[in-house]
């Protein structure tokens, strides 16, 4: 599917190559296929040589050349891009953005009614080829372009549709949710040093043990609850350690997280808005 279309970034930073290199190795697209545009002639430098795509400095010409476009830009960004570009933008072509704050009503205000629109909210786990991404399509988007969309993002993990409206709490969850378990991984392997074990060799247990963990959840279908339960036997070392973390409150803080992080992520997307002009 993907095969037959042309794909033009505009903007070329870190997601933007996630998902070029996610395509490329899943075999989804050729190199040709594809044209990014970035302000950094360096980083379109970088883009060509180690992927073979094709650069330009000139947003329109991704937009007149692509099938598929998506919008890998800052959100203060979007209304300059936007007013450049809204005129080489028909309802042929389906445009993506994955600027987070950037509701899709601001996005069509500068297009056509009838405009493709999808929003796309992936996590920084993309840059290894393992991430998460909620899709939420526009009321133009079709069937197919929902099937395109995630066929992208399946590429450098796994995605979801959702409700535009919950895209804050994904931010909450998914979006910030690395950097929880990062703290979570870094503490079992201070945990591990305080007991003796060489730093490196904690920080090695501890991250493949969330990785294989989360694997089996993903790959098991299982309930959490009952794959801890299958880990601890009565008596033994893993119950002793699970009755300390529950002394340290560590789910309601975990799920305190969250919610702290999805109204956060309401309030700067109401900023982004304002700064807008909208």
């Not at 970088?46 to 010409?61: A, C, H, M, P």
């Not at 601890?232 to 975990?254: D, K, V, Y």
């Amino acid at each position: 599917m993907l095969k037959e279309k042309r794909l033009g970034f505009i903007g070329g930073g870190n997601m933007a190559e996630a998902i070029i290199k996610g395509l490329l190795r899943a075999q989804l697209i050729n190199s040709s296929s594809v044209m990014v545009s970035d302000i950094v002639e360096e980083r379109l430098r970088y883009l060509q040589r180690s992927y073979g795509v094709q650069v330009t400095e000139d947003n329109e010409e991704v937009v007149a050349k692509g099938d598929i476009l998506i919008l890998a830009i800052k959100p203060q960004n979007m209304a300059e891009v936007l007013e450049k570009i809204k005129s080489a933008i028909d309802n042929n072509k389906l445009l993506i953005s994955i600027a987070a704050g950037v509701p899709l009503q601001f996005i069509g205000g500068y297009l056509s009614p009838e405009a493709r629109l999808v929003r796309v909210m992936p996590n920084a786990p993309a840059l290894v080829l393992e991430g998460m991404a909620a899709i939420a399509p526009g009321k133009r988007a079709t069937t197919t372009d929902c099937q395109i969309v995630e066929g992208i993002f399946n590429a450098i993990g796994k995605s979801c549709i959702v409700k535009e409206e919950l895209l804050d709490v994904v931010t909450g969850l998914s979006g910030s949710g690395p950097a929880y378990i990062f703290v979570i991984i870094q503490a079992l392997a201070d945990g591990g040093v305080r007991e003796g074990l060489p730093r490196d060799v904690a920080l090695q247990l501890a991250a493949q043990t969330v990785l294989g963990a989360a694997r089996m959840v993903v790959e098991t279908g299982e309930h959490p609850e009952k794959l801890k339960d299958m880990v601890a036997s009565p008596g033994g070392t893993t119950i002793a350690g699970l009755h300390q973390i529950e002394l340290g409150n560590i789910r309601a803080t975990l799920i305190n997280a969250v919610i702290a992080a999805t109204e956060r992520s309401r309030e700067l997307g109401q900023n982004v808005i304002r700064s807008l002009g909208h």
